[in-house]
């Protein structure tokens, strides 16, 4: 009795550690997940434009080393050198992580290079737009790098049997983060008149106010999360040689790989629909900067909702039936899109609730499910071909829906357009064996995924 006492002491003293660990990896989420919605999504884009177009030429042109680029381009131009950078920086950082055990400090430093990067867009002003594009590239692949690495902790702090729940958990910390911070942040910029403040100081104090929240409750998982020593192994390989090699490794596991490219086509179409259906709303449906923000908003709220709905589906029905179910919600929702009559807010509204819905939980249960095909060890590795997936590959939807509209003229048709990329995911995620994949890659098997 003595002996089972202790070790039931010692399993209680294992599961409360362990759920201090996942609170304190929650709170990553909180941290980082305010530069994805106030920044890059609502104040950033436009901001940097305008910065631009007023330092250009009288033909519209700024002149970044001395090449010449339309300043309507800049902004989305940095965007993907900032991608670019994060492709090269990814895989080294995620192979330091494993062959080390030292996460932590390689988070620590992404996380307070792009803090620091964010916090400084508070100097963005007058002709400042080089300024301005440096900063975004070192926070954007910063918080790319950053994910790599905290998404590489999800198999070590939550067992099998938890993790649906867990990454559910933190993305929905992430979007109340978002949420909150996106209220303050609308309450300064529509009343910047009544804080004393003209509009473009309102936007830098919301951009650098962001950076200052990813600095301050980072503190939080640097304190609770901690590191796992491993073996030392080989040499470092550096840039696209690791990159190289992580694929060749992953080659090794097609069941994998397979989830991997359905995971690809899906995601690409969700990142589509975020980055895209402001376009669809204003220009095809003729719907004010106001109702578009509003939906922006009502997203973030309802996909802490969903995320925490669908980890509860998922631990009923397995992770892998629940995302194929959000990705047939997913092309319903596209559906109805199509037929959403021009100046009708409330129905545009209907539209965000619904993608709020499915957004969370479609994401977080593709990150718990992508765990479970990790083999020990490589956990960071391969999260930053995960990341590169989500991050760096988005590129078809956008295509897509670019030359759907080129061909029609109608932003419906591109809208619709988007379907093709949940049918296909869908099909391709049905024909993963996951049970088998996760048992190949060196994994218990959970009862239910």
């Known amino acids: 009795m003595g002996s089972d006492t202790v070790r039931a002491g010692r399993a209680g003293d294992e599961a409360a550690d362990r759920r201090r ?68 920086l990814m895989p080294v950082a995620g192979a330091a992580a494993d062959r080390t055990g030292r996460k932590k400090p390689l988070l620590a430093a992404a996380a307070y290079v792009g803090a620091g990067a964010t916090t400084g867009l508070f100097f963005l002003d007058g002709h400042r737009y080089l300024l301005g594009g440096l900063l975004l590239v070192v926070a954007n692949a910063s918080v790319a790098v950053s994910m790599v690495l905290y998404n590489s902790y999800l198999p070590q702090i939550a067992p099998p049997g938890e993790r649906d729940a867990v990454s559910s958990r933190g993305w929905a910390f992430g979007y109340a983060a978002g949420s909150l911070v996106l209220v303050a942040n609308l309450v300064l910029f529509t009343a910047h008149d009544s804080f004393g403040v003209s509009e473009s100081t309102a936007v830098r104090i919301c951009l650098a106010s962001a950076g200052l929240w990813w600095g301050v409750f980072t503190l939080v998982p640097l304190k609770r999360l901690r590191d796992r020593r491993t073996a030392p192994a080989a040499a470092p390989v550096h840039g696209w040689r690791q990159l190289a090699a992580t694929v060749r490794d992953m080659r090794g ?38 109702t578009l923000i509003t939906a922006v908003l009502m997203v973030q709220v309802l996909a802490v909702a969903g995320a925490l709905g669908m980890g509860r589906l998922a631990h009923r029905y397995g992770a892998k039936r629940t995302i194929l179910g959000s990705l047939a919600a997913w092309a319903v929702i596209l559906a109805a899109g199509y037929f959403l009559p021009a100046g009708a807010p409330m129905w545009f509204f209907v539209l965000a609730a619904g993608i709020g819905l499915v957004l969370g939980g479609s994401q977080a249960l593709s990150r718990s499910l992508f765990s479970h095909l990790v083999p020990p060890g490589k956990e960071a590795e391969y999260f930053s071909a995960y990341e590169m997936s989500d991050r760096g590959m988005s590129w078809l939807g956008p295509l897509l829906f670019g030359i759907t509209y080129q061909l029609t003229g109608s932003y ?16 391709l995620l049905a024909r993963v064996p996951v049970r088998r994949a996760i048992g190949d890659a060196g994994n218990p098997v959970p009862d239910r995924i």
């Open 412 to 427: 419906r048709d591109a809208i619709i357009s988007l379907v093709a990329f949940f049918a296909i995911g869908f099909v």
């Open 21 to 88: 660990e996942q609170r304190g990896w929650y709170f990553y989420d909180w941290a980082c997940s305010v530069y994805s919605t106030s920044v890059l999504t609502v104040f950033l884009g436009p901001y940097l434009t305008a910065v631009a177009e007023s330092a250009a030429d009288a033909d519209g042109f700024v002149h970044p080393l001395g090449i010449p680029v339309r300043a309507g381009s800049f902004f989305a131009y940095c965007v993907s050198a900032s991608v670019i950078v994060a492709i090269v």
């Open 253 to 290: 596991k097609p069941l994998t790989l397979s989830f991997l490219l359905a995971y690809l086509v899906y995601n690409d179409g969700i990142q589509t629909v975020i980055s895209q259906a402001s376009v669809y709303g204003s220009l095809e449906l003729g719907l004010s900067q106001s």
